[in-house]
């Protein structure tokens, strides 16, 4: 399990993907994933209730699941790619956040032509 962790692959993803929330300040973050979490958690809660057993589950089962799904929901939450509430709360209470995104990627863009034109000039 730790050989997939520590994958070369997985890095580079997190690296690319990671730099959407990089100027994003922590408690903004934390807030938008909160909220996140909320909604998922909500929703696997609902998707759980339409799905019916043929034996009656016991509350210890009940916990469990709802363990599970909080979970869950931290977990989608955390990730880059979960539903988009995250990004929605961050366009609400923090939208610079898109912008300056957007200016370091133009930036780090510039640096890389540049770069590959003096690779070429030699």
Do not use: C, W
């Not at 993907?17 to 994933?33: F, H």
């Not at 696997?44 to 009940?62: C, D, F, Y």
């Not at 469990?64 to 961050?90: F, I, P, T």
Request: hydrophobic share 30%; no cysteine; proline share 4%.
């Amino acid at each position: 399990m730790n050989s997939i962790k520590n994958s070369p692959q997985i890095h580079h993803r997190r690296n690319v993907v990671g730099d959407k929330y990089k100027n994003v300040p922590k408690p903004y973050l934390k807030v938008a994933e909160a909220m996140e979490a909320q909604f998922t958690n909500h929703l696997l809660g609902e998707m759980r209730k339409t799905v019916h057993s043929a034996n009656p589950e016991t509350q210890a089962e009940k916990i469990y699941k709802s363990m599970l799904d909080d979970e869950r929901a931290q977990m989608m939450a955390n990730s880059h790619s979960g539903l988009g509430v995250k990004d929605l709360v961050l366009d609400q209470i923090y939208p610079q956040y898109r912008q300056k995104a957007a200016v370091q990627n133009a930036m780090n863009t510039y640096k890389q032509i540049n770069s590959q034109q003096g690779e070429n000039n030699e």
